[in-house]
C-alpha cells in the first residue's frame, strides 16, 4: 500500500555524516531500482561522504520529523567536462517504493530544494533520468517542476534495474 502522508507532515533537512548508514542503504535501494552496472559502495561513499560535510555538495533527506529516512537527493557541485563554469549536479534522488505517492509529493519537494540550492548559489542545476521504470512519469514530475527537458539519455546494451551482483572468481 502506498504511503498517504500529507506533504506538511514531511520535513526536508541537510544529512550530516551521522546519517551515512542510511543514506548508504538508500542510495544501495537506488542502485537495485536503476542502476545498469553492479555499484561499488566505495564509488557511492566518495560521492556522499563529502556532500554530508557540505563539500562541493550537499545531501537532502525527507521524511516525518525524527523518523527513518524515506528519501533523499545527493547534489554535488563541479563544472561539466568542457567547462571551468560551475553547475549544481543532481546525481540521485531516490524516494523508497513504500513512500512514493502523489500526495506526498517527496520527490517533488526534494526537486524544489534543488532548485533552491541552484538558485542560492547563482549556477544551473542539471538534473538527468536514466530509468526504464516508470520513466515517463518521472519526466512529466521533472517538466512540471522544471519546464521542458534538453535532451534524452539512451542505453545501448544494459536496461536500469537490471545489474547483477557477480562473484569474484
Known amino acids: 500500500m502506498r504511503d498517504q502522508t500529507a ?3 514531511l520535513k526536508i533537512r541537510v544529512a550530516g555524516p551521522q546519517d551515512m548508514d542510511e543514506i548508504m542503504a538508500l542510495a544501495m535501494s537506488a542502485c537495485e531500482e536503476n542502476g545498469f552496472l553492479n555499484p561499488n559502495p566505495a564509488k557511492l561513499a566518495a560521492e556522499i561522504w563529502p556532500a554530508l560535510h557540505l563539500d562541493h555538495g550537499i545531501c537532502a533527506v525527507i521524511g516525518k520529523s525524527g523518523g527513518k529516512i524515506e528519501g533523499l537527493v545527493l547534489l554535488r557541485i563541479g563544472s561539466m567536462w568542457y567547462s571551468d563554469n560551475t553547475v549544481v549536479e543532481e546525481k540521485a ?6 513512500f512514493r505517492a502523489a500526495k506526498g509529493g517527496r520527490a517533488k519537494q526534494l526537486c524544489e530544494f534543488s532548485k533552491q540550492v541552484a538558485d542560492t548559489l547563482g549556477v544551473p542545476l542539471i538534473i538527468g533520468v536514466l530509468s526504464n521504470n516508470r520513466t515517463e512519469a518521472k519526466v512529466r514530475m521533472y517538466e512540471r517542476i522544471l519546464g521542458k527537458p534538453a535532451g534524452a539519455f539512451f542505453l ?3 536496461k536500469t534495474g537490471g545489474w547483477q551482483i557477480q562473484t569474484e572468481h
Open 93 to 98: 534522488i531516490f524516494i523508497y517504493p513504500e
Open 7 to 9: 506533504a506538511v507532515d
Open 156 to 158: 545501448y546494451g544494459a
